[in-house]
């Protein structure tokens, strides 16, 4: 930990000058970053620094391997040192610690910063080096600067005179530590900072390394007396060893970095030499040393090349990190959701199997559903006026073919009439009575249950009509649902829909997915339906309509987080996924606070409303955590959470409802509060001991939880 820069003056001891010092050198080995290193560079240059670098009087050279991610390149690493003899040591990843790591939002200049017009003017550069403050907590933990440098020093102090715990691409030379030693004998100081070069190529005494200045960032030397550290709060890409540098006095092109990165984050501060005044005098500067190249020539030498290496340290860091989260979870980012496939493949061979009753009885009111939804259809239109049959226009007809057909203008005619008879009759409704939102909503029920029965039952007529209904809302140009969400053809008095009124297209977006899967969704279709995704996507973020949703107040705003994560999910937009996810958590300090808490009491006094909000916080709670964000385990800093917040409206739900007589809203928050439990491992919710296969499910228009929920539900997220 930090030691107060004056507090440390008056505690350090007074040296005693050796006859002759012994070093140890400590090269910290850490993770490969995409775009910032060469794949392969760090057995490269580690072999090279074996073959190359020259014994060192008064030196013992050691290894830090520092929480490698890759199995095989760490298992490479030690075999390589194994076989040369030389002693390392190894700080391990462990998954299991490093999955409990939330997004820090609690950096954030305030809660409400990512939903301001600030944030949202900034390039996206600035805001992808805001995101890269957001990973702060897993960045500390995967690449570990400042703990394995301090972990090395404390080993270090403990067998010799000086330490230096160094990064894992130091190359010494004879002249550069000849001088590093001068400096050591002379006695009366605490540190050394050695200045360093950065090669442009291999081998080290190449002609073009001629020139190569000394002024990277020094590496520091500590005497056994020391008693400064580094400050483990900085983590790599921001000033991680910087810091330090400042407490000590050192100067250099880096002085002028901003620890607050010019957003007035909240991040812990440093007892720099900038506010105290007070350098450490008993530092001093001696020798030289190389930095071994990454493997990328544009990053090494060049006027710009600082800021170039900056900018890919960001974003490949950000890389690196989501990466993991989804090797973690087992996730990618065109797996489903919100359903487990691992999950829902298990349940389906117990269903074939007929080995678990309450799943068989799931599973077979899935099944009947789907077909009254067949059945619905058959008794509306017949195979005359099906939109998917022949000579009923090209409305649905041919989602897995591969081309489309031209029709004559009284054929499209004909199509209309028939799709609007199709969905308004499903509807029970007349023309000038169904809502676009019930189009739409009929719409997700249907392509969900139909393409979840398909799977379970192996009938593909379920996952046929389910492509249909898909097709013929979002992709056929006379009928679908426009990505400014109106429809095509006007059917109701509704000129707009809201993004409450879609919420139910982050499952419908699984249901595609499982299709996908099948081979029965297939290209160009799937294509399409990118662009219409992609469209959608753009009005969110990019309208001013869309952004109302993003700073609206209560679920309101929950719901457009939800909405766009789930399409960036399904797009691989994956900054845009992450935003998303960030924006989400930071709702939780004014959604949950104890300031807010009562606000939200005296506004919900609906308690659909309460339920619906519920509902949306759960299913945004999930997506986060598949992506490998906690959010269920997430508090701030005055203890606001998801759990604790969901935990309390669930009670002022209960409390409402109590008496009613509604079996349905009941039920809803019976399966509420069994969700709650299960994934924050808990009982915070549920009172009631319900296996989970006997909820009977909502209608999906009446619930933001999937349709079916129960099924693919993995064991913990």
Known sequence: METDAAEAEGKEKVLSIPSEPQATLYRIIGNEIPGRHQKGQTLKNLQYMLDQEPELEGCHKRFLL????????????????????????????????????????????????????????????????????????????????????????????????????????????????????????????????????????????????????????????????????????????????????????????????????????????????????????????????????????????????????????????????????????????????????????????????????????????????????????????????????????????????????????????????????????????????????????????????SALASFFSGNDAFATHALKHLYCTFLDERTRLLPDLRFATPSSTETHLGVRDIVGLHHLLDAARLMERSGLFQLPHVDRFKVWLHDLQGWLTGTVQGKNGLQAPGYRGVFYDLVVASIAAYLDERFTLIKALARAQSRISTHFSQQAMPQQHAVLLDVEDIVFECEGWVSLAYLSSRFGNPLWCYADLYGSSVAAGVGTLLEKARTLSSGSETPLLESRILELGFLLDHHTCTSIGQRTSIEKYAFQSADVDKSALRPYWSLGLKASV
């Open 66 to 449: 520092n929480r490698i991610v890759n199995q095989t390149l760490e298992r490479q690493v030690m075999e390589l040192l194994q076989r040369r003899g030389v002693p390392f040591r190894r700080i391990a990843f462990l998954a299991k610690e490093y999955k409990k790591i939330p997004y820090d939002t609690g950096c954030l200049p305030h809660p409400k910063y990512l939903l301001g017009d600030e944030f949202q003017r900034l390039k996206e550069s600035r805001q992808a080096r805001l995101m890269f403050s957001i990973y702060r907590l897993k960045n500390i933990y995967v690449f570990n600067n400042n703990g394995a440098r301090n972990d090395a020093l404390r080993e270090g102090k403990q067998s010799g005179t000086w330490t230096l715990p160094w990064d894992g691409n130091c190359f010494l030379e004879e002249q550069g530590w000849k001088l590093m030693l001068e400096g050591m004998r002379s006695g009366g100081k605490h540190y050394l900072t050695v200045p360093m070069r950065r090669l442009k190529e291999l081998p080290h005494n190449s002609p073009a390394n001629e020139d190569c200045p000394l002024d990277e960032e020094p590496q520091i030397a500590f005497h056994r007396s020391s008693n400064f550290t580094f400050d483990e709060q900085f983590y790599y890409g921001h000033l991680s060893k910087v810091e330090l540098l400042r407490r000590l006095g050192a100067s250099g092109t880096w002085t002028t970095l901003r620890e607050d990165m010019g957003f007035g984050l909240r991040c812990p501060k440093s007892n720099s030499i900038a506010r105290t005044g007070q350098a450490d005098r008993r530092a001093t500067t001696a020798g030289w040393v190389s930095r071994l190249p990454s493997g990328i020539g544009a990053l090494e030498s060049g006027p710009k090349t600082p800021s170039a290496r900056n900018k890919a340290r960001v974003q490949g860091s950000i890389d690196f990190l989501f990466s993991l989260d989804l090797e973690l979870q087992q996730q990618q980012t065109n797996d489903m959701i919100f359903y487990n496939l691992g999950v829902l493949e298990a349940e389906r061979t117990l269903y074939r199997q007929a080995q678990n009753s309450q799943l068989q009885a799931t599973v077979d009111r899935l099944i009947a559903r789907a077909e009254r939804i067949l059945a619905r259809r058959a008794d509306v239109q017949g195979e005359e006026t099906n939109p998917g049959s022949e000579g009923s226009g090209q409305c649905v007809g041919s989602i897995t073919s591969n081309s489309a057909s031209q029709h004559s203008d009284e054929g499209q005619a004909s199509s209309l009439r028939n799709r609007e008879a199709w969905i308004y009759t499903h509807h029970s409704g007349c023309y000038s009575s169904v809502s676009s939102r019930a189009i739409f909503l009929q719409a997700v029920s249907d392509v969900t249950i």
